[in-house]
Nanobody, 117 residues
Framework: QVHLVESGGGLVQPGGSLRLSCAAS????????MGWFRQAPGKERELVAT???????NYADSVKGRFTISTDNAKNTVYLQMNSLKAEDTAVYYC???????????WGQGTQVTVSS
C-alpha cells in the first residue's frame, strides 16, 4: 500500500505565498509522475501542476509564472511553491502520485488553501 501525507495549507492574504508538501511512503519502488490538483467549492477537481522524471513539468495556465512544482526523489516528496496567491486559488489541494510498478494513482487527503484578506 502507498500512503501520502500532505502539509502546508492555510490562510494567506492575496499576494502572499505558501508551500505545500506531500510525502509518499510504502510500496513505491519507482514513480512515474507526481502532481497537484485542486477543487474549489462547487467546481470539479482540476490539474494544477505535474512533474515527471524529476524535471518535466506541466502547469495549468492559471498558475504559470506563480507556482513551482519540485520533488525530492530521495524522500519521495513533491512540493508546490505558490507565490502571488489570488482569491481564486482558494481550494482544497490534493497531491497525486502515479506509482510505476502497479500503475495505480494515489491521492492525498487534501489540504485547504484559503486566500483572503
Amino acid at each position: 500500500q502507498v500512503h501520502l501525507v500532505e502539509s502546508g495549507g492555510g490562510l494567506v492574504q492575496p499576494g502572499g505565498s505558501l508551500r505545500l508538501s506531500c510525502a509518499a511512503s510504502g510500496r513505491i519502488f519507482s514513480i512515474n509522475a507526481m502532481g497537484w490538483f485542486r477543487q474549489a467549492p462547487g467546481k470539479e477537481r482540476e490539474l494544477v501542476a505535474t512533474i515527471r522524471s524529476g524535471s518535466k513539468t506541466n502547469y495549468a495556465d492559471s498558475v504559470k509564472g506563480r507556482f513551482t512544482i519540485s520533488t525530492d526523489n530521495a524522500k519521495n516528496t513533491v512540493y508546490l511553491q505558490m507565490n502571488s496567491l489570488k482569491a481564486e486559488d482558494t481550494a482544497v489541494y490534493y497531491c497525486n502520485v502515479a506509482v510505476a510498478w502497479n500503475g495505480v494513482n494515489y491521492w492525498g487527503q487534501g489540504t485547504q488553501v484559503t486566500v483572503s484578506s
